[in-house]
C-alpha cells in the first residue's frame, strides 16, 4: 500500500561493496500510565497510537508496549467463576479493536511488542487462558508469540494480604518456552514481567544467540505481603534483574512498565532500555504515557558473545543438571 513509503529503510554498506539490512535499530519504550477499569479499548489503543506517531517522529523501527496493555491490571480482583474476567482477554488478535494499532504501525513501518490476555479454546473445546505477547514486524505480520512462564502471586483469594495477585488463578503457565525470532535486522526474544527475575529466562534465550530482549511489566510499588520492601528497594531489584540478565547474555534489553495509580493501586515505572555491558541508556522519568529511546547497535552485543561470555568455550552444563531435575531448593540434611 502507498503508506509503506513512510518507512525508513537503512541500508549499511560493507567493505565488499554488498548491500545489507542495517544492525542499527532505533528502538522506543512505550510506556503507559495506568488503565482504569471503566477504560475502553478504543480510549487505551488512540493513546498506544499516539506513542507510535511519537516514536515515528523519533525515528523508530521498533516500539515495546507493557505487559496487559490493553487493560487494567485484573488480576487484582478476586472472581469465584474465572469466565466473569474473559471481558479482559483478547480471542483474536488482531482484533476489531486493535487492527487500528496494527494498521497504525504498518503504515509507519514500525514493528511492535504488546501483552495482552489471551483467551483460546483448544481442540477439545478447553478454553484456556494465557498472559501473552507477540512480536510484531515492520508489515504488520505477527512474527512470534510468547506465553508468560513465571507467573507470580496465588490462585485462591487470600484476605491476609494488602491486595490479591491471582495470576495464577486467571493464567495458565506458558506452553511454548522461550524461542527466539530473527526479525528486523536481528535476534529478537520476549519475556514477560517476572519472568525478568529469573535467570533461566535470560540464559535459555542467550543459548540461542539473543541479541534484544524485549519485556513488558505491571509491577507495584510495595510487597502485597508487607514487610520491609520500600518503593526504591523494589525498583532497584526491578532495573538489577534486567541490567543483569543483559550483561550476562551479551544483549540488549527493554523493559517497558505499564504505571501510576491504577483502580487506586500503584504501579512502578521505571521502563528503560539497557546496553549488552549491562548499563542502563533510557530511562523514564515519569509514571505516565511517556516514550524512551536509544540507538541500538545490535553488532556490540558480539564483544561479550565472544570473550567472557562465550558460551560455548566456558559453560559446564555437566555441573548444571539440578537446574532441571528439581523446581525447589533442598539445603543439605543438618547434622
Known amino acids: 500500500m502507498a503508506a509503506h513509503s513512510l518507512r ?10 554488498d548491500n545489507c539490512l542495517a544492525r542499527k535499530i532505533t528502538v522506543g519504550g512505550a510506556q503507559l500510565g495506568p488503565i482504569q477499569k471503566d477504560d475502553s479499548r478504543a480510549a487505551v489503543i488512540a493513546r498506544m497510537i499516539d506513542l507510535l506517531d511519537k516514536a515515528h517522529g523519533r525515528g523508530c523501527q521498533l516500539v515495546v508496549f507493557p ?5 487494567t491490571f485484573f488480576p487484582r480482583w478476586f472472581a469465584e467463576d474465572i469466565a466473569e474476567m474473559d471481558v479482559f482477554f483478547e480471542r483474536d488478535m488482531p482484533s476489531a479493536e486493535t487492527q487500528p494499532l496494527f494498521e497504525r504501525a ?3 513501518g514500525i514493528g511492535f511488542y504488546l501483552g495482552f490476555a489471551e483467551l483460546v479454546e483448544d481442540g477439545a473445546g478447553t478454553m484456556r487462558r494465557f498472559n501473552t505477547a507477540i512480536l510484531v514486524d515492520g508489515n504488520g505480520e505477527i512474527v512470534g508469540k510468547y506465553r508468560k512462564v513465571h507467573l507470580p502471586g496465588h490462585k485462591d483469594h487470600d484476605p491476609s494480604l494488602t491486595r490479591q495477585h491471582l495470576e495464577k488463578r486467571y493464567f495458565e503457565p506458558g506452553d511454548l518456552g522461550f524461542p527466539v525470532w530473527r526479525s528486523m535486522g536481528g535476534v529478537m526474544g520476549m519475556c514477560i514481567c517476572n519472568d525478568r527475575r529469573w535467570p533461566e529466562t535470560w540464559r535459555v534465550m542467550g543459548l540461542q544467540g539473543v541479541e534484544l530482549v524485549m519485556l513488558g511489566y505491571n509491577t507495584p510499588t510495595g510487597n502485597q505481603h508487607g514487610g520491609k520492601e520500600p518503593p526504591h528497594q523494589r525498583m532497584f531489584d526491578n532495573h538489577l534483574s534486567i541490567q543483569a540478565g543483559a550483561y550476562q547474555n551479551a544483549t540488549r534489553a527493554v523493559a517497558v512498565a505499564k504505571a501510576g495509580v491504577e483502580d487506586g493501586h500503584e504501579l512502578m515505572g521505571g521502563s528503560c532500555i539497557v546496553s549488552p555491558q549491562g548499563e542502563i541508556v533510557a530511562l523514564a522519568s515519569t509514571v505516565g504515557d511517556e516514550l524512551i529511546v536509544a540507538d541500538c547497535d545490535l553488532d556490540l552485543c558480539t564483544f561479550g558473545k565472544s570473550t567472557i561470555f562465550n558460551f560455548a568455550a566456558h559453560r559446564r552444563p555437566e555441573h548444571y543438571t539440578v537446574i532441571t531435575e528439581r523446581a525447589g531448593a533442598e539445603p543439605p540434611p543438618e547434622e
Not at 505487559?67 to 487493560?71: D, F, K, P, S
Open 106 to 108: 504498518r503504515d509507519l
Open 8 to 17: 525508513p529503510t537503512l541500508y549499511r554498506i560493507r567493505s565488499d561493496g
Open 67 to 71: 505487559e496487559l496493555a490493553l487493560t
